[in-house]
């Protein structure tokens, strides 16, 4: 974080001497306020980290002028240059408020290895102020499990990436853990003493943006009534986070692109430029090449945002991850939430490895501290997951049930064979939807599209493409089809009423609209 220095010093000799040796400071910002009228007002919106003034400046009586600085939000340091060399007057002001009290006659040289000194203890002010405020979780790489081949390709990249200093994209789905992995590289990096700045460029309207990124100077406009810091000046020795880039404002592109060229950036309504040291990463879920060609995306900031750039594979096409990243979670939310549950059924994992988590990581972590908080025993099962999970793998389950139960293994905690689980990635499986439909599945289709009603009830189970097939997956197809016909039953039966039909399977109305939209099947096709 750059640190600003509001100076305002009586003697302009002393003041040139002291703006010249402060200068050499790299992470110091020295504003000039000068000595005139409104000096004082300018100087307390500054939104300054550190007040170095002469007792001159101070409006009278002195208690009340230093009370206006200790009672700014960013609790600034007072540092008053005394013209006397009076222990009393040093006394009155220390007792008033300021932080330092240096007489304005002492050499150079102590003088600035004082405000060395306070400089220094400001820096660990700012450190602590940001860690205690937080206190949450560090992330971590080894937070990014992986058993699956694809994310150990990716950590390779990712750890070859962790030590340069060059701008990062990272992109992957909502949910992957961009977020997560910039922090981690942030954190695991030569920069992890300086600070991590997120800024979510999309959630902001655009001058509002613009602020966030860049900052204001008091009076740059209507209700600016004081000065503040853009995420650029904060993240100074550390890493800005730019997320959600792909939806960043055109004008603010440009604005970013020319930062980007020479790290510079000027303040809104401020003039001088300030150099920032910042390693920047940014992240989208939006397919950046199609914004481009759509006019939405400037190419020159692509090439220049892009240096290195890592997709993040969704969880769906790392299902070998899943045990890991659900046991990870169990041991978290059991520190976090002090609840004493050991581990996790076999089945509830087997289900969570079928499902195909639009939500990513994000949704994973919601349902294991969702299914702590159910769960009564010291295992979480099946019941404690949602009804979604359950219904994407409910054909599955039922086999699953039966071969556990006889193995006795249901409820202990979990210790699959992972092997078992690795199934389709969600984009394989929408296109066997589409290719690999068995038979059967395309004559019911057929029949659907042909008649808009219910297939026939003496529909057979399709046995041609059993050889090619095991035990398990033939189960599970004829699971699958048994339920099918079920539900046409039933909703042909309730003429399309749902409600009704799922009374009649006895199941909830929210399960048989799942079922119904896994299966394809409309109510519509049954209404007379
Ligand atoms: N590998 C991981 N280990 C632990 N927690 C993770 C991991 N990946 C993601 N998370 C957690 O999941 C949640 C979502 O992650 P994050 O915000 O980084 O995702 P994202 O890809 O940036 O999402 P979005 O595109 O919606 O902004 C966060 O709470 C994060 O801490």
Redesign the pocket.
Known sequence: MLLRLALSIKDKKLEAQIEKKLDEISDLQIRKFGRGNGVWQSMVRSCADIFLISDAIIPKPVESGLAVLNNLPEKPMTIVINAKDSSEDQAQLLAAGADAVLYSGISIVSLIEAMETILESRRQFNLMDRYDRKGR?K?SLN???SDSHQMQIFMEEVHQVVTSNSTLL?L?????????????IHAEGPRSNGPFIAV?TAGLPEQLLETELFGHEQGAFTGAIRARRGAFELAHGGTIFL??IGDMPLHLQTKLLRVLQDYEIVTIGGEEPVWVDVRVIA???KDLEMEIEQGRFRRDLFYRISVVSMT?PSLCRRREDIPA?IR??IS?YRKRIGREVAGISDEAVSLMSRYDWPG???E??NVIERAMLLCRGHIITSENLPEGILNAGAGKISLLKSISANRNEFIEPYKIDESDFKTNCCEESSIKKEQFLSSQERADKNYLADNKSPMPENFLVDCSSWESKTLPEVTTDVLMQVEKRYINMVLKKSCGRVGKAAEMAGIHQRGLFNKMKQFGIRKEDFKN
């Open positions: 979780l992330p937070d990014f499990v990272i992957g789905e909502t949910g992957v853990g961009k977020e997560h992995l910039a922090r981690a979510n997320d959600e992240a989208t879920n993040i990243l990870n979670f978290y990513n990581v994000r994973l972590m």
